[in-house]
């Protein structure tokens, strides 16, 4: 079965957080210059385009980036439809037995390049419905898992307290609801609020 990428790049032009950061990539060292050797700099934000965020983001004495356990990213996956809807309740999330990894698909951010004036959200009750299930990783197509005004990023928190990891920005325009492999990892960057992630998708054999 294919790989199918669903990590939005990280050019010059995608949309980050108004105010954060902007991605910028140039060359320090140029061959085409005359240097011997061509050396890229990078410099964004943790929170732009595909990552994790480590509970630091949102708690003065949460674990940073290098607490996140990489291999929670990787294996066994459910994509969700979630979409055509404002508040994502628990009657999105199926009652059969559910992989540790969840991922909603909501085409809440449908141009990478334009920010969103709002997104979709998960309702409290289907945190919990995702705690009970079992999940230890929730994804989402979206800037966040909180609206996009909220000060006290109320899912952030309750999601920590369930023990889900929060994986944000992914682009799932190319998949469909159903069972898949996941491999994400993060980067190890210590003392980090968050990390980019490389992140790809493949159905797995049989499933529907």
């Known amino acids: 079965m294919t790989w199918i990428d669903v990590t939005r790049p990280l050019q010059h032009d995608l949309a980050g957080w108004p105010g954060d950061t902007p991605v910028l990539l140039e060359q320090k060292w140029s061959r085409a210059r ?88 998960m309702a409290p009750d289907t945190i919990c419905a995702l705690a009970d299930a079992g999940v230890k990783v929730i994804g989402v197509d979206l800037p966040s898992v909180d609206p996009l005004d909220s000060p006290l990023l109320a899912n952030h928190h309750d999601l920590y307290e369930a023990g889900i990891m929060i994986l944000e920005g992914l682009n799932l325009s190319r998949v469909t609801a159903g069972l898949y492999e996941m491999l994400a990892l993060p980067l190890l960057i210590p003392g980090a609020d968050g990390t980019p992630v490389r992140a790809l998708l493949r159905r797995q054999p049989h499933a529907k």
Not at 93 to 114: A, E, F, H, M, Y
């Open 34 to 121: 005359g240097d011997s050797v061509t050396v890229g700099r990078l410099q964004q934000s943790l929170h732009t385009g595909t990552h994790c965020d480590a509970p630091f983001h949102f708690l003065d004495h949460g674990e940073t980036a290098e607490a996140l356990d990489p291999l929670l990213l990787c294996g066994p996956t459910m994509v969700i439809d979630a979409g055509n809807t404002n508040i994502i309740g628990p009657d999105r999330i199926p009652t059969t037995k559910l992989p540790q990894r969840v991922l909603l698909r909501t085409d809440g951010w449908p141009d990478s390049l334009k920010f969103p004036d709002s997104i979709p959200v």
